[in-house]
Structures are given as C-alpha cells and as structure tokens.
C-alpha cells in the first residue's frame, strides 16, 4: 500500500531533550516536506526536499533540521525542543513537487515538550 | 509570506444540506487545491485547480478557481456525516515547491 509513514504518533518530551520524527515513503517520491498544524494558524511549512541531499527552508524553520541522505526517508531533527514547539506534525511526499503532483500526507505525530 | 483566508473557520450544519466554503488571498495563485482532514488522520486531496474560472467536480464536491486568481470556492452538496472533517485551500507558489495552506474551515454535521 502507497503510503507515508510517521514515528512517533505521539511523543512527549522535555525542553532541550533533542528529538527525531521519522517520515519513510514508499512511492518512489523525489519531494518531501514537514508541515506544522496549529489551531487558528492551519498548516504552515517547515522545510522540504527536492531530491537526496537537496533540503530548503519552508516558512517556519527555526528550531528545526532536516536530513535527506536517502530518497525514502526525511526526518525532522529538533536539536533543543522548546515549548513553543509543541504541536502537530505532518510530513507529505509528491512526485515531483510540481503542480500537477498531489501532496500525500502521513497521519501526523503529536508532540508536546513541557 | 502569502496568506490565505478561509471563511468560515467552522461551521455547523443538518445532514442533507448544502455548504459552500471559500479561499481568498491578496496575491495571485497560477493553482488552487482543496484538501480534507478527516479526524486523526493527514489533509488527502480532493479536487486541484489550474486555470482561472476554471469550474471541476468530485461527486458531491465542487470547486471553481476564481477569475481574478485570489480566490477559490467549494461547494458540497447533500452532505453526510461521513463529511465531517477539517476543509483547507492551499496554493503552491514560487516554483511550486512552498506550499501555503489556509486556516481551515472546520465542518459538522449534525444527523
């Protein structure tokens, strides 16, 4: 079955205790990318992947890294999490970014960091 | 960055009732998506846009790309408790690989 895979579903944790989610696809994309869900701010991007080895920044990267050293994986790397970075995280995959390309999204991870 | 407005952000309505929800936003879009949030679960796209007045159908679900290229508008008619969910436009800007999603529009339905 084509799809995103997200670990953890939920993850609670301390300020400053560093932390990875982990996004696998299996549907041979080269575009990956990690959203943020807040209540009244929808969803806003943090940082995506053209390709292996190629990450950009989205509209909220502070806080956050990225890795993508190979195709089918794209974590999202929280050095020193903080409060304000509790939240509900998506990663998507597409073809190729472009827009004829739909976005297919994993069912998120819930993190919150006391 | 860009923005998009969603109207309404919730609403509440009685099984069998038509809804119509809209996206607009002070910057041009060359494409509009619509996606759902069911419960739980990641944003699936229903219907994508890619020419002004553009007008595009998925069963019960209707969308139209705005003249003007700043909004976009979806229908759902005869709706169903399974239509429950959260409703977000979105339009890929740039090169397309930045994605800018609305608020969402929160749907009920009462059966």
């Known amino acids: 079955e084509a799809q995103v895979t997200q670990n953890p579903r939920y993850l609670i944790t301390v300020t400053g205790k560093k932390l990875t989610v982990t996004c696998s696809q299996n549907?041979?994309?080269?575009?990956m990318s990690w959203y943020r869900q807040d209540p009244g701010l929808g969803l806003r991007q943090i940082y995506y992947?053209?390709?292996?080895?190629?990450?950009d920044k989205g509209d909220v990267p502070e806080g956050y890294k990225v890795s993508r050293k190979e195709k089918r994986n794209f974590p999202l790397i929280l050095e020193s999490p903080s409060p304000n970075q509790t939240s509900l995280y998506f990663c998507?995959?597409?073809?190729?970014?472009?827009?004829?390309?739909?976005?297919?999204f994993g069912n998120g991870t819930r993190l919150t960091v006391t | 960055g860009q923005q998009l407005n969603q109207s309404p952000q919730s609403m509440f309505i009685q099984e069998g009732e038509d809804v119509s929800m809209n996206c607009t936003s002070s910057s041009i879009f060359n494409t509009w998506l619509w996606y759902k949030q069911d419960p739980g679960e990641g944003p699936v796209l229903l219907i994508a846009l890619y020419k002004a007045g553009e007008l595009t159908s998925n069963g019960r679900l209707t969308a139209q790309f705005g003249i003007t290229r700043k909004d976009s508008f979806l229908n759902i008619s005869a709706s169903i408790p399974s239509d429950v969910g959260i409703y977000f436009c979105a339009g890929p800007r740039g090169g397309y690989q930045k994605v800018t999603f609305g608020i969402g529009t929160k749907l009920q339905v009462i059966p």
């Open positions: 998507a995959s597409s073809m190729t970014g472009g827009p004829g390309s739909p976005l297919h």
């Open positions: 992947s053209m390709n292996v080895e190629v990450t």
């Open positions: 549907m041979n994309h080269e575009y």
